[in-house]
């Protein structure tokens, strides 16, 4: 799986958007990008995930460069709910491929009032 | 829809003994992984099931194994406990391959003396 660098924290104030960067230069044509959350002493959280079109749900929104090089996932109204460490992950979607996540150091996202 | 549970949440043991963690998945969910999280290493692979089977393998020493049931339950044991092995050891299930995100349960607080 290709390796991913974040910045190591970011701030954000309540009720603005958060843009968490990940930088994925190597990723190969059949890796997806993920994003996991980790809150204080709970397990990883699912957030979304993407191939090259930007992707939205109802937690989060996934803009993939067109080289796809890079991701920024955007919380568009973060609360303090959204304190969290939050990890950019690419791996490839082959079925055969098992559920081995890579995880880094993630980005430490705190938000504040 | 319950969520993944792991028993026992918290565990104090001493240096030298063997420990158990288990593991239910989300009902329908054939692979479960486990990953070992300490404040010096991060997130790190342990190991998965799919189906019985162990299907990836972290780089982690022998004393670290797991098993799967035929009911997708899922237990880790660690033998010969040396202090570096207090961590948070957490379970994750997914439906199946590298197609679908992981849901991850909230983990069994590990503390070696």
């Known amino acids: 799986d290709a390796k991913t660098t974040q910045p190591t924290s970011m701030d954000c104030a309540e009720g603005r958007a958060a843009n968490l960067p990940c930088n994925h230069s190597?990723?190969?044509?059949?890796?997806?990008v993920y994003w996991y959350r980790q809150i204080h002493s709970q397990g990883p959280q699912y957030i979304i995930h993407?191939?090259?079109n930007n992707e939205t749900n109802e937690m989060a929104s996934l803009i993939i460069t067109e080289d796809r090089k890079s991701s920024t996932l955007i919380l568009p109204h973060a609360t303090l709910r959204d304190t969290a460490v939050y990890y950019c992950?690419?791996?490839?979607?082959?079925?055969?491929?098992?559920?081995?996540?890579?995880f880094g150091g993630g980005t430490r996202l705190m938000v504040k009032p | 829809k319950a969520g993944v549970t792991q028993t026992p949440r918290y565990l104090i043991k001493t240096r030298g003994q063997q420990v158990t963690l288990s593991c239910s998945p989300i009902?329908?969910?054939?692979?479960v992984s486990w990953y070992q999280q300490t404040p010096g290493q991060g997130l790190q692979f342990l190991f998965e099931?799919?189906?019985?089977?162990?299907?990836n393998k972290g780089n982690f020493p022998g004393r670290f194994s797991g098993r799967q049931f035929s009911n997708s339950r899922s237990e880790m044991n660690v033998s010969t406990l040396e202090l570096g092995d207090s961590a948070l050891y957490l379970c994750?299930?997914?439906?199946?391959?590298?197609?679908?995100?992981?849901?991850f349960g909230p983990g069994t607080r590990l503390t070696v003396t």
């Open positions: 992950i690419v791996r490839s979607r082959n079925n055969n491929a098992g559920n081995m996540l890579t």
């Open positions: 993407g191939l090259k």
């Open positions: 099931y799919f189906s019985e089977t162990q299907r």
């Open positions: 190597t990723i190969s044509g059949n890796e997806y």
């Open positions: 009902s329908g969910h054939r692979s």
């Open positions: 994750a299930s997914s439906t199946g391959g590298g197609l679908y995100e992981q849901y």
